[in-house]
């Protein structure tokens, strides 16, 4: 009775909601110290729920294994409580857990019912199942575009120095991710060593809130060096895991306020050019790690061909566009 996107998914709250926790917030309003309480109460009741009903699906079915989908399954901090409760020795969840991943879901179970095929499951599937650009396309982009670009002998090298030298760079390469992370392929990068790079890119590049936060992209050897990791890798960024104590003045951009991080763990099997940039950073800087975040201005979709990825280039406070092998400094 408290919400109404059950009945008509336009809506949101229905007044009874609004009665009990006051107006919402419109875009652009201060947010209020009521404003806090109520998210992080929400968040706090979310948590409560979830983990309560994965300890009732292991008592129902003694399994070691947990899947989870849905949009909640995109809430990191819930994942890492369900994560940190040591109930389940793998938790695996899609990607593209919410809505946008229904369709490769019937897809599949098409394949596997219809098709009585025999199921498999692969270890560490691919996230980039999207759009990629050819170098004719590309090409025909920044000469429309009319903006000068080199191509680098060490395209990581040139890269990962600007990086030092606190350049925000739009990373565009191969096919895009599916779901709303950005996992290397649509990011913007940043150094994570500089804890003004937070607000930076909040405010000048992606022109949203200043609480919202920015992800590490670790080289996966290092991951268990900073956070406080269990088990396998996290190569969707879905999970959130404690930070080192003695790490979090390394890397303060990429720390939640709570000490947290919404980790991203990359390997050169998963995504080999953004394993390769990551790791010429850390030869420059001695940090096994980038601040990322997704590929687009607030309000607007993950870019997806090189014209839009111009486009937000020019319309932000960006300071290099990387596509393919062609870099572009303002």
């Given at each position: 009775?408290?919400f109404g996107?059950?009945?008509d998914?336009r809506?949101?709250?229905?007044?009874?909601f609004?009665?009990?926790?006051?107006?919402?917030?419109?875009?652009?309003e201060?947010i209020?110290?009521?404003?806090m309480?109520?998210?992080r109460?929400?968040?706090?009741?979310?948590?409560?729920?979830v983990v309560?009903?994965v300890?009732l699906?292991?008592?129902l079915t003694?399994?070691?294994?947990?899947?989870?989908?849905?949009?909640?399954a995109?809430?990191?901090v819930?994942n890492?409580?369900?994560?940190e409760?040591?109930?389940?020795k793998?938790?695996?969840?899609?990607p593209a857990?919410?809505?946008?991943?229904?369709g490769?879901g019937a897809?599949?179970?098409?394949y596997?019912?219809?098709?009585?095929?025999?199921?498999?499951?692969?270890?560490?599937?691919s996230a980039?199942?999207?759009?990629?650009?050819?170098?004719g396309?590309?090409?025909?982009?920044?000469?429309?575009s009319?903006?000068?670009?080199?191509?680098?002998t060490?395209?990581?090298?040139?890269t990962?120095?600007?990086?030092?030298?606190n350049?925000?760079?739009g990373?565009?390469?191969g096919?895009?991710?599916?779901?709303?992370?950005?996992?290397?392929?649509r990011?913007?990068?940043?150094?994570?060593?500089?804890?003004?790079?937070k607000d930076?890119?909040?405010?000048?590049?992606?022109f949203?809130?200043?609480f919202?936060?920015?992800?590490?992209?670790?080289?996966?050897?290092?991951?268990?060096?900073?956070?406080?990791?269990?088990?396998?890798?996290?190569?969707?960024?879905?999970?959130?895991f404690?930070?080192?104590e003695?790490?979090?003045?390394?890397?303060?951009?990429v720390v939640?306020v709570?000490?947290?991080?919404?980790?991203?763990?990359?390997?050169?099997?998963?995504?080999?050019?953004?394993?390769?940039?990551?790791?010429?950073?850390?030869?420059?800087?001695?940090?096994?790690?980038l601040?990322?975040?997704?590929?687009?201005?607030?309000?607007?979709v993950l870019?997806n061909t090189?014209e839009?990825a111009?486009?937000?280039?020019?319309?932000?406070?960006?300071?290099?566009?990387?596509?393919?092998?062609?870099?572009?400094?303002k």
């Amino acid at each position: 009775s408290y919400f109404g996107f059950i009945r008509d998914n336009r809506q949101g709250f229905t007044p009874k909601f609004y009665e009990m926790f006051g107006p919402k917030r419109n875009k652009n309003e201060e947010i209020t110290q009521h404003h806090m309480n109520v998210a992080r109460a929400a968040q706090a009741a979310l948590e409560e729920v979830v983990v309560g009903m994965v300890k009732l699906a292991k008592e129902l079915t003694g399994e070691d294994n947990l899947c989870l989908s849905g949009g909640v399954a995109l809430n990191s901090v819930a994942n890492g409580k369900i994560l940190e409760s040591g109930l389940f020795k793998n938790i695996y969840i899609y990607p593209a857990a919410g809505d946008a991943g229904t369709g490769i879901g019937a897809a599949l179970y098409a394949y596997y019912s219809a098709q009585s095929n025999k199921v498999t499951h692969l270890e560490n599937q691919s996230a980039y199942l999207g759009y990629e650009s050819n170098d004719g396309e590309i090409l025909k982009a920044l000469a429309n575009s009319q903006l000068k670009y080199s191509t680098p002998t060490n395209l990581y090298e040139e890269t990962a120095s600007l990086l030092v030298q606190n350049k925000v760079v739009g990373w565009f390469q191969g096919r895009a991710e599916v779901g709303p992370r950005a996992l290397g392929n649509r990011s913007i990068l940043a150094n994570p060593a500089l804890a003004g790079n937070k607000d930076r890119v909040n405010n000048k590049i992606k022109f949203r809130e200043s609480f919202r936060p920015f992800a590490p992209s670790v080289l996966s050897e290092y991951a268990k060096e900073y956070f406080e990791m269990r088990g396998a890798d996290s190569p969707y960024m879905i999970m959130a895991f404690n930070t080192k104590e003695d790490k979090r003045n390394k890397i303060p951009a990429v720390v939640h306020v709570d000490g947290s991080a919404r980790v991203q763990t990359v390997t050169k099997e998963q995504n080999e050019k953004y394993f390769e940039l990551i790791e010429e950073f850390n030869r420059q800087s001695s940090i096994p790690m980038l601040l990322n975040t997704s590929f687009n201005k607030a309000g607007e979709v993950l870019v997806n061909t090189p014209e839009q990825a111009i486009a937000a280039f020019l319309g932000s406070e960006l300071d290099v566009l990387v596509i393919d092998k062609y870099l572009i400094q303002k």
